[in-house]
C-alpha cells in the first residue's frame, strides 16, 4: 500500500514552508517503522513569485524502499492523492504550474477516499464556490489559518508547519499518528508549544472534515491540454513543441496568451481611477507589464496577466490609490477601467466593497503573522463624470 500526499504552495513565497512540512512527514512516518521519502517539482529555485508549485510525499507501510523508488520516484506528477494539502486558499481558483498543462483543478488528484485540506479562514461552502465538482465524494478539511508567506529560503516560523502536521494527523493517521506527531515536535529540545500547536490543529480539523458529494463544486470552465503519453512520441530527436501565443498587450507588453499567469496571485490590485494622478509609476513598475494605458491617458490592469506581487500598490504615490485585495473575493478578469468608463459610481462603489474597511499586509521577509490596521480615510474624489460635466 503507498500513500501519496501533494503539497500545493506558491512558489519561493511558500517553498520552504512546503519543503519541511514534506521532509517532516518523511521522518515521522520514518520513526513508525514506515518507508517514506519526499520529492518534489520546481524542488530547485522557483523564479517565479506566487506561482502554484507541488511537493509530493509517499509513504508505505509494507513495500521496501526500492519498490516504493521505483513506483513513485521517476513520475513529475501523481494520478492521485490521499491528502492534498494547500498551504494558500486562493489556489482553489485553479492552479497552472505548467504553462501547458492548462489550469488544474485543486482537487485534481483527491482520491474517492482522499481529503483536501486547506489552510484557510473561510467555511468550506466558501471554497467549494471556486472548485471543480468531481465525480466521486471525496472529504474536504480546513485548517484555519492565513497563507504563510515568506521570502526565497526564508522560513516564516509561524506554527503553521506544525499545524499542518497536526492537521494530516487528523485526516489521514495512516500516513502518520497525532502521538508520532507530537513525539517529534518535542524531540531535540524543541520548545513544547511546537506538539501543542499540532495537537491543537488535530483537535481543531478533526471537527473540521467534511463530505464532498459528487457533483459538489463548479464546473471547470478551463480546458485541459491533451498531452501526449511517453509511448505516443515519435522516434528520433524532433519532438513537436507547444505552440507559441506571444502577443503584445496595446502598450506593447511582451504576453504569452498560452500561460496569462491568472492563477499565480494571492492578492490584486483594486485601483481608484478617481484618485489617480496618471503619474506613470504602476506602468511603469510592474514587471509583468500589466498596466494598459488608455486613451484617456489612465491605466487599465490586465487581471489576467497580474502575478499580485504588489510592486503596483508599494509605488503608486496616491494614499489608497491601489490596494492589494484577496483574490477569492473576484469572480472574473474583467477589465476595471470598462467597468469605471460604464458606471464611475458603480465602480467605485465595487472598489470600495472589494478592499474593505481593513488593510492587511505580510511580513514577507521575517516576522510572523499578518498585520491587520484599519483602512485610511480617503476624501471623496469627484467621478470621472462629475469632471467631465463640471
Ligand atoms: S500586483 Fe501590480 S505590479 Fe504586480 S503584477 Fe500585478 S499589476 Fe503588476
Ligand atoms: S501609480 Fe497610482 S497615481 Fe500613478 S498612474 Fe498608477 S494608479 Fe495612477
Redesign the pocket.
Known sequence: MIKRVEINYRGIYQKTLARRIGSDLVLIASRLGKVAFSNGRYSDAPERDGIPCKYFVFVSPDLPEEELEAECGAKLDIDVADVSIVLDDTMVKGVEPWAWHGVRPINEKVSADGCLLVVTRREPTQLLAFIAAKPHPYRLATLEGDASLSGLWVFKDDLTHERVLGAVAAVDPGIVTIDAVADYLADEGREPRRAEAARTAHAATVQRIRPVAPDAGISWTYAIPELPAWDAFGEGVAVPGVERRSELGPGGQARNAGFPRGTTKTERPV?RFDL????????LECPDGCFDPTADEY?DVAYAYCTGCGK?AA????KE??VMVDELRFEDTASPWAAYRRDPAAYLAWAEGKKGPERRSYAHITGTGVEVRPAPAVRARRTRKEVATR
Open positions: 485601483v489617480c494622478t496618471r503619474c506613470t509609476l504602476c506602468w491605466y503596483c509605488v503608486c504615490p496616491v490609490c491601489i
